[in-house]
T-cell receptor
Framework: RKEVEQDPGPFNVPEGATVAFNCTYS??????FFWYRQDCRKEPKLLMS???SGNEDGRFTAQLNRASQYISLLIRDSKLSDSATYLC????????????FGRGTSLIVHP | DAGVIQSPRHEVTEMGQEVTLRCKPI?????LFWYRQTMMRGLELLIY????????DSGMPEDRFSAKMPNASFSTLKIQPSEPRDSAVYFC?????????????FGQGTRLTVV
């Protein structure tokens, strides 16, 4: 099993839709989790950290499910500008905080 | 702050040639990471440094790859000799410390094509 797995998509949704992505991880000892956003031909940028209690930032909500070893990202009221690839990042095996990235989920928001 | 600066932005080279990628981290950041991104394998960590010292190079694919960080403001990733399968986007990233909520700041990447 890969350490960090994501559905590559693409998820093709209309403006205003709600969309959710999951990311599964294999290291049950992982303590920190991140969602990064990567626009086409650009570098990844941190979108949000994922806290054990879940956290929300405007239209974006991140959740952690330790029992099933996955994190999720929910985007409400999708905008055209949300079109991007969303990468999850989870620490490497061994308890390090250094993240291993998933391959990303592609989101396309259309008018 | 200008952010993480990488050069060159694009590199096209012939198989067998030496390639050197350069990175200037954000001033004050003590961690530096080199990543490689391809469609097939996604974003892979190659090596990372803490206070200019290589900590983990287990992601370096083979001996053709080497990385150095001679001082806090400069790092290089060298491929010698280069092969077509090395074609990818290489990102450098830096951070202040590393903990549960640390953000890694990425450079704009070097798009390498080996023909």
């Amino acid at each position: 099993r890969k350490e960090v797995e994501q559905d590559p998509g693409p998820f093709n949704v209309p403006e205003g839709a709600t969309v959710a992505f999951n990311c599964t991880y294999s290291n049950s000892a992982s303590q920190s989790f991140f969602w990064y956003r990567q626009d086409c031909r650009k570098e990844p940028k941190l979108l949000m950290s994922v806290y054990s209690s879940g956290n929300e930032d405007g239209r974006f909500t991140a959740q952690l499910n330790r029992a099933s070893q996955y994190i999720s990202l929910l985007i409400r009221d999708s905008k055209l500008s949300d079109s991007a690839t969303y990468l999850c990042a989870v620490p490497l095996s061994g308890g390090s905080y250094i993240p291993t990235f998933g391959r990303g989920t592609s989101l396309i928001v259309h008018p | 702050d200008a952010g993480v600066i990488q050069s060159p932005r694009h590199e096209v080279t012939e198989m067998g040639q030496e390639v050197t990628l350069r990175c200037k981290p954000i001033s004050g950041h003590d961690y530096l990471f080199w990543y490689r991104q391809t469609m097939m394998r996604g974003l892979e960590l190659l090596i990372y440094f803490n206070n200019n010292v290589p900590i983990d190079d287990s992601g370096m694919p083979e001996d053709r790859f080497s990385a150095k960080m001679p001082n806090a403001s400069f790092s290089t990733l060298k491929i010698q000799p280069s092969e077509p399968r090395d074609s990818a986007v290489y990102f450098c990233a830096s951070s202040v410390g590393w903990g549960a909520s640390t953000e890694a700041f990425f450079g704009q990447g070097t798009r390498l094509t080996v023909v």
